[in-house]
Antibody, heavy 122, light 107 residues
Framework: EVQLVESGGGLVQPGGSLRLSCAAS????????MDWVRQAPGKGLEWVGR??????????EYATSVRGRFTISRDDSKNSLYLQMDSLKSEDTAVYYC?????????????WGQGTLVTVSP | DIQMTQSPSAMSASVGDRVTITCRAS??????LGWFQQKPGQVPKRLIY???TLQSGVPSRFSGSGSGTEFTLTISSLQPEDFATYYC?????????FGGGTRVEIK
C-alpha cells in the first residue's frame, strides 16, 4: 500500500523559512517523480512543483507563484521528498500535500498524503 | 502558463440527475487531463486520467471525454456519495495547473 506521510508544517512569520518532509513507503520511490500540491483554507488545489527521478535527470519544476522561493529535493536512499520554503508570504498559508506521479506512460498524480498545514502569520 | 477554466464553479443537483462539468484549457493539451474528487475533510482522489480512462475501482457512472482544449466529466446518475468538489488537472506541460473546482451540492 502506498503511504506518503508529510511532516514539518507549522506557524512561521512572513519572510521566514520552513522545510517540509515526505516519507514514502509501499512502492519503489526511486522509480517515481513526486509532486507537491497545496490547498489554501477553503480554496482549490494548486500544483507547487515536481522532483523528477533518475531517468529524467532529477530535474525540478515549479509553479510560477513559488519559483525562486521554494526548492524541491529528494533523497532516494531515504525514500524521502522535501520542500524548502523561503521568503514565505501570507498567501503561502495552505495544507501541503506530497503526491506520487505514476511511472510508465504519462499520467497525473495517483496517490496523496494526508497533508501538513503551513500557516504564515506575524 | 496554461489556464484551466472549469465550469460551473458550483451547482445544485438531485440524486439521480445527470451532471456535466467542463474544463477548458487556454491552449491545446492533447489528452493530458485528469479529474479528481475531493470530499470535505478528505484528500483528493483520482477518478479519470488520459481524459477518458476510468481509474480502477471508480464507479462506471463517472466518465470523461474530450481532447485538445475542451473536456467534460459526466456523472450519469448522481448518487449521495458523489456530493463533493471536482477538479481537473492538466499535465501536458509545466507548470501543471488545476481548474478552479466545481462544488456539487444537494438540491
Amino acid at each position: 500500500e502506498v503511504q506518503l506521510v508529510e511532516s514539518g508544517g507549522g506557524l512561521v512569520q512572513p519572510g521566514g523559512s520552513l522545510r517540509l518532509s515526505c516519507a514514502a513507503s509501499g512502492f519503489t520511490f526511486s522509480d517515481h517523480a513526486m509532486d507537491w500540491v497545496r490547498q489554501a483554507p477553503g480554496k482549490g488545489l494548486e500544483w507547487v512543483g515536481r522532483a523528477t527521478h533518475k531517468t529524467h535527470g532529477y530535474t525540478t519544476e515549479y509553479a510560477t507563484s513559488v519559483r525562486g522561493r521554494f526548492t524541491i529535493s529528494r533523497d532516494d536512499s531515504k525514500n524521502s521528498l522535501y520542500l524548502q520554503m523561503d521568503s514565505l508570504k501570507s498567501e503561502d498559508t495552505a495544507v501541503y500535500y506530497c503526491t506520487r506521479v505514476p511511472s510508465g506512460p504519462r499520467a497525473p498524480i495517483d496517490s496523496w498524503g494526508q497533508g501538513t498545514l503551513v500557516t504564515v502569520s506575524p | 502558463d496554461i489556464q484551466m477554466t472549469q465550469s460551473p464553479s458550483a451547482m445544485s443537483a438531485s440524486v439521480g440527475d445527470r451532471v456535466t462539468i467542463t474544463c477548458r484549457a487556454s491552449q491545446g493539451i492533447s489528452n493530458y487531463l485528469g479529474w479528481f474528487q475531493q470530499k470535505p475533510g478528505q484528500v483528493p482522489k483520482r477518478l479519470i486520467y488520459a481524459a477518458s480512462t476510468l481509474q480502477s475501482g471508480v464507479p462506471s457512472r463517472f466518465s470523461g471525454s474530450g481532447s485538445g482544449t475542451e473536456f467534460t466529466l459526466t456523472i450519469s446518475s448522481l448518487q449521495p456519495e458523489d456530493f463533493a468538489t471536482y477538479y481537473c488537472l492538466q499535465h501536458n506541460s509545466f507548470p501543471l495547473t488545476f481548474g478552479g473546482g466545481t462544488r456539487v451540492e444537494i438540491k
